[in-house]
């Protein structure tokens, strides 16, 4: 391999890089796909890798890896690309690309299955349904699997069966240190701990084993509610009050322009309620029926349906410019319902969101102290976002948010690590409780304790434990 890396030191631009031996692809700025390559989910992140490495098993994987270390470049793991904060990519770095890793083994016998990171939610869910059997992802189909499970996973069957992590049986790392294990409850247990919620900072996980669920019947899709404090308030406490099976997300926007709504709609505020029920269909119906009475509905699509069926159809040239913050929150009660209310009422963002997700169920039954994801207590989670155009535009969209979630949540009261932006340590400690962050420092110093992969929600390695 050839690296030109200009002002030497971590971290530098590199002006060239020419990696050989692996079977996977180097996809390089003179390459024709390198623009498609090096894309992202989220728009407004213009940054050029000096390669992107489309690898294609363990070896491949090692090898970026050692390339990187010895050469102190910037390293960046991407699995979906669908990091709010942009950490699927580098300026002037390599990209360790593994969206070429996508296998899914079922073992129906043992109701278990190994699933490469790089598979998508929507694969997964699609192949495990042909033997009636489901794992839960998030709330997108196009989502990396390694990417949302190293995160926690909250998503549509999250009060039914947990958490993404909660189903998580090992894995297969690759460390720093080029070596290639596997982590579960009996072989390096605190590495297990840690990518359960610690994100990426231990390594690149290659291959996951899912704990799958039987899932013979589901009931899904999307009600459409208009728009008052009430309702807002009412969807919340429904949800709350639903019986596990259930999982619901209010997603309080502007209509968008979907064909099962009429065009006077679009544009304007309502409530696009996603609606989950693992079950049959006439248990579905009573546990469904509190929304549909909280006013007559805008539209419906509710119904028994494929569970990969919640995953709505993705324009792959699609690339959101978007601005976000995430919480917990105990309850939408009426004067939190009137701030959401007023907030994407006067706006004039022609996207703006607040999203609620209500948690319990199974995932609130695990102990705090058994993952990195340690939030288990926390009754809501609440991500308010506005949409961008243009620099300019993008700071009266901050500065919308962050105002929009201090009056909502005026007190620190944690965060999920999923769907935080680039928002700064402060905001990274927040989604660590303190004794959660000094075990993921120290496990840190253990596995990685150069911080080579930093390109993350980081946590640093403990310097007492750091070898000298």
Known sequence: MDVDPGDAGAGAIVTSVRLTGLDGRVITPDDPSYDQARAVFYGGMDKRPAAIVRVTGVEDVQRVITTARDNGLELAVRSGGHSIAGHSTTDGGIVLDLRDLSKTEINVEARTAWVETGAT????????????????????????VGGITLAGGIGFLVRKFGLTIDSLLAAEVVTADGRHLRTDDENHPDLFWAIRGGGGNFGVVTRVQFRTHDLPQFTGGILVLPVTPETISGFTAAAMAAPEELSAIANIMPAPPVPFLPSTLHGRLVILGMLAYAGSEDDAKRAIAPFRALATPLADTVKAMPYAGMYAPEDPLMHPTALGRTMFVDDID???ADTIFEYLSTSDAAIRVAQIRVLGGAGARVPVDATAYAHRAKAVLVNVAAFYEGPDDREVRASWVA??????????????SGFLSDDGATRIRAAYPSATWERLTRIKAIYDPGNLFRINHNITPAREHVPH
């Open 121 to 144: 939610a929507l694969q997964v869910t699609e192949t495990l349904a042909t033997h009636g059997l489901a794992v839960g992802f998030g709330d997108s189909g196009s989502v990396g």
């Open 334 to 336: 009426g004067a939190k």
């Open 403 to 416: 105002e929009f979630a201090q009056t909502l949540q005026p007190e620190e009261a944690g965060a999920y």
